[in-house]
């Protein structure tokens, strides 16, 4: 073929780099229509998404100014972006500014004022828009990459809430290679990010297809040695026997060990059933659910990864059933004697695993006879990627690339080391990445002679992720492994139909681009109705409106009703009858009431929808006592109620000390029990919790309130914090450590401990004793003389007193 020096066209653009973006049509074209309305942008992997956003990204802020926020679902995601943009932009490196959890929030808010440019990942987007730190009113253009992730409770969800509500000059491109499976699945995520437009690329478009290459995709059947199956075998046995337990409970239809993932669930949800109705059949059940599952784990393993992934698996199981409060499953799994062989074979396996015989071959072809530069082998195992780089490394320069969450006997990867691991591979430094899914979305791997699939991807999202990593810039290969007559056989016919309805929904999609926005146009106009409704309602015309002015109260009376606590306008206590205190300053208007909300508490929605109310401002601290403050004297502890009752039978700190912290540094401190079932859990008795309860009011002068649920807590939280501030003038005000306990507490706290008898009858104890000296050498008979220590509690503290010490068992 004939050669030529001639560059190929560029952009140019007075925000972007001379010569540095090569002209492509259809790169220009979508970003035309997503630089003029909120725009779901749909191209294959690897053929640069990234740069449409940039070119928005560019037009905006010369044209409109203010500050770009770019989006990414993973730390190395966020990195490449900047570098990116700081290459490619006019703007200097150090107002291209990265937000991550390893930036401070102090520094994090610090840089927002500065940047013009913020690459962040979206927890920590959502959790500085919840405490305050940053604004999105000056933000001109927001970017979701990988975009199909918001769904449910995913972070990108509430920040497009907030950026549509907030921002002056709000404008939103998402981006994926893969929206979703079907046309529902698109329209929640178009829904949930304000997305109006949609454009589709496809490689069968002609301005796409010159940049692409054929990724036909070839399937290696292998089978596994009759050792291996006998270790299968082994364990379904017991896995069939336990379903047996299941069938008899009347939870499980079937004995066969390879059920469907949808069949575990109904059957776990037809235990949770029986639990909540509080029958020892659903407990019961539930312990054997759990170790059906993780038989079927074992299973897996065996049968799809290597027996050497078993082997670790089988070793951390042993590991947990010997830890304190080992669950019931572990125990079970590891002393059954059946899997206690399988553990022996497992242990004596001595072959190569044919998988990792294949890969071998397969590489070697790829590396030494083809003359290739660069593989990639993707697994779902951590463990078989520790392995699988241990024994390649034999033969090839390999390297592994994982997520950074370290677990038993695996150390995770931090963000520099990803970084410098991907920097490495796309400079040559070596041929082979082994690489679990932290790789499949977006990260900018470069093209690779061979995607070799250790085993079959059950989703179209990851499959399709995953091959856009070859085929881009010459003919690349994607092989799958596939162990026949095992689950990757099962997951080999789910890849196929997904990939197929994958195809199908994105060349649909294409065609219905226009249906799709006219729905969310509707959707848009629904909720505009919805709103005007709500604005009519609350204008007064609720004939039915508690404390309604316009009707109950026709003789004028002066007393207050129901709706002027709900205004927070009741009188105080501590004002009642006080005729020289004068009466509260309410704040001015457009003042905020302030909640403090410890950032722990982003587990629970409770802080993000408290966020969303105009009236009030919500700061994220880690508090030393309490979740929430709500002024200078009121500090709140939220429970559930599985958490209340767990902190008075056990844990590390018990709800009496947080109490005892609570109310050493604030005057009202108040419990808020969060759910149904208070007196459902766990084997207490209801007596036992409330005598908790009066404790907590009586001897630690704490309030203790009931609520429904989280969305019943936030009302609450907002009502009290609005009596607070605006009725009684208060300020809010952090204070209190946990800091040393008194001599007294920490006496306390030995005697509490013995038996798990609690600090009520710890004090007790001690008021009759004098010291923890005299408690631990007291009888039985003289126990009992101190008020609230009965025959059983002082045998149960005599008997940990007074046994010999064993050790773990």
């Given at each position: 073929m004939a050669t030529t020096d001639e560059e190929p066209p560029s952009i140019e653009h007075p925000l972007l780099e001379s010569n540095f973006l090569e002209r492509r049509l259809y790169q220009l074209k979508l970003a035309g229509t997503a630089a003029n309305d909120h725009t779901l942008v749909c191209l294959p992997t690897g053929l640069g998404k990234t740069t449409v956003s940039l070119l928005v990204t560019a037009r905006r802020l010369d044209e409109v100014g203010g500050t770009s926020l770019m989006l990414a679902p993973t730390k190395p995601l966020v990195q490449q972006h900047a570098d990116f943009y700081r290459e490619a932009l006019r703007i200097p490196d150090d107002e291209i500014v990265v937000f991550t959890g390893d930036v401070s929030p102090e520094d994090r808010a610090a840089l927002w004022e500065e940047a013009t440019v913020v690459m962040a990942t979206p927890q920590v987007i959502e959790n500085d828009l919840v405490g305050s730190r940053i604004s999105l009113a000056d933000v001109t253009h927001l970017t979701f990459d990988e975009c199909h992730r918001a769904t449910g409770e995913y972070a990108y969800n509430y920040i497009a809430e907030r950026y549509h509500a907030d921002a002056r000059e709000p404008l939103v491109t998402g981006m994926s290679a893969s929206p979703g499976g079907d046309e529902e699945a698109i329209l929640e995520v178009c829904e949930n990010l304000g997305l109006h437009e949609v454009e589709v690329m496809t490689e069968e478009d002609a301005d796409v297809a010159e940049f692409t290459h054929d990724t036909d995709v070839e399937w290696e059947r292998i089978d596994l040695p009759d050792e291996v199956l006998e270790i299968r075998d082994a364990i379904n046995e017991v896995i069939r026997e336990r379903l047996e337990h299941l069938k008899e409970l009347g939870v499980a239809a079937s004995t066969q060990p390879d059920q469907s993932q949808k069949d575990l669930n109904r059957m776990r949800a037809e235990l949770q059933k029986l639990m909540n109705n509080d029958q020892s059949e659903g407990y019961e059940g539930m312990s054997i659910h759990a170790e059906v599952m993780k038989l079927r784990q074992a299973v897996t393993l065996v049968e799809t990864q290597s027996v050497e992934a078993l082997r670790r698996y089988f070793e951390r199981q042993r590991n947990q059933a010997r830890s304190s409060g080992a669950s019931k499953a572990s125990q079970r799994l590891v002393s059954d004697p059946r899997i206690r062989e399988a553990m022996r074979r497992a242990e004596g396996f001595d072959q190569l695993h044919p998988k990792y015989r294949k890969t071998r071959v397969l590489l070697a072809e790829t590396l030494g006879l083809e003359g290739g530069e660069r593989v990639i082998v993707f697994t779902e195992s951590r463990d078989t990627a520790e392995a699988l780089t241990d024994f390649l490394c034999e033969s090839f320069d390999a390297r592994r690339f994982v997520g950074q969450g370290d677990r038993e006997g695996s150390d995770g990867m931090t963000q520099n080391q990803q970084q410098e691991v991907l920097n490495d591979f796309r400079a040559g430094e070596f041929e082979v990445l082994v690489s679990t899914s932290v790789a499949e979305e977006g990260l900018d791997v470069p093209e690779v002679d061979l995607v070799l699939f250790y085993e079959p991807v059950p989703t179209a999202i990851r499959s399709i992720q995953r091959k856009g990593?070859?085929?881009?810039?010459?003919?690349?290969?994607?092989?799958?492994?596939?162990?026949?007559?095992?689950?990757?056989?099962?997951?080999?016919?789910?890849?196929?139909?997904?990939?197929?309805?994958?195809?199908?929904?994105?060349?649909?999609?294409?065609?219905?681009?226009?249906?799709?926005?006219?729905?969310?146009?509707?959707?848009?106009?629904?909720?505009?109705?919805?709103?005007?409704?709500?604005?009519?309602?609350?204008?007064?015309?609720?004939?039915?409106?508690?404390?309604?002015?316009?009707?109950?109260?026709?003789?004028?009376?002066?007393?207050?009703?129901?709706?002027?606590?709900?205004?927070?306008?009741?009188e105080t206590a501590e004002n009642e009858g006080d005729e020289d205190v004068e009466p509260p300053v309410p704040h001015a208007d457009g003042d905020a009431i302030e909640i403090v909300a410890d950032q722990r508490e982003m587990d629970a929605n409770i802080a993000r929808d408290l966020s969303r109310r105009d009236e009030i401002e919500v700061r994220l601290e880690t508090l030393e006592v309490g979740d929430y403050v709500l002024s200078d004297r009121v500090v709140v502890e939220r429970k559930s109620v599985a958490d209340f009752v767990d902190s008075l039978v056990g844990g590390d700190r018990s709800v009496f000390e947080q109490v005892r912290a609570m109310a050493r540094h604030y005057s009202r401190p108040i419990v808020i029990v969060e759910g149904d079932g208070l007196y459902e859990q766990r084997d207490v008795h209801p007596?036992?919790?409330?005598?908790?309860?009066?404790?907590?009011?009586?001897?630690?002068?704490?309030?203790?309130?009931?609520?429904?649920?989280?969305?019943?807590?936030?009302?609450?939280?907002?009502?009290?914090?609005?009596?607070?501030?605006?009725?009684?003038?208060?300020?809010?005000?952090?204070?209190?450590?946990?800091?040393a306990k008194t001599l007294g507490e920490q006496q306390e706290y030995v005697v509490s401990s013995i038996a798990e008898i609690g600090p009520v009858t710890a004090r007790s104890l001690l008021d009759e004793f004098g010291t923890v000296e005299a408690v631990m050498i007291a009888s039985e008979d003289e126990l009992q003389e101190a008020d609230g220590v009965g025959q059983v509690t002082a045998e149960r503290i005599r008997d940990v007193i007074g046994s010999e010490y064993t050790g773990p068992s």
């Open positions: 990593r070859t085929g881009r810039q010459s003919e690349g290969r994607v092989v799958v492994l596939m162990a026949e007559n095992t689950r990757d056989e099962a997951y080999f016919w789910i890849s196929r139909r997904r990939e197929k309805e994958m195809e199908s929904e994105l060349r649909e999609l294409k065609g219905m681009a226009d249906e799709l926005e006219d729905e969310l146009d509707g959707a848009q106009q629904a909720l505009s109705d919805f709103d005007a409704e709500q604005a009519t309602t609350s204008a007064g015309t609720d004939p039915d409106a508690v404390g309604d002015s316009s009707s109950g109260n026709e003789g004028g009376s002066a007393r207050p009703g129901l709706q002027d606590f709900a205004d927070g306008e009741g007596n036992a919790i409330r005598g908790a309860l009066s404790s907590l009011a009586v001897d630690f002068g704490a309030s203790v309130l009931r609520t429904e649920g989280e969305a019943d807590t936030t009302e609450l939280l907002a009502v009290i914090a609005g009596r607070e501030q605006d009725v009684s003038s208060r300020e809010v005000s952090v204070h209190g450590e946990k800091g």
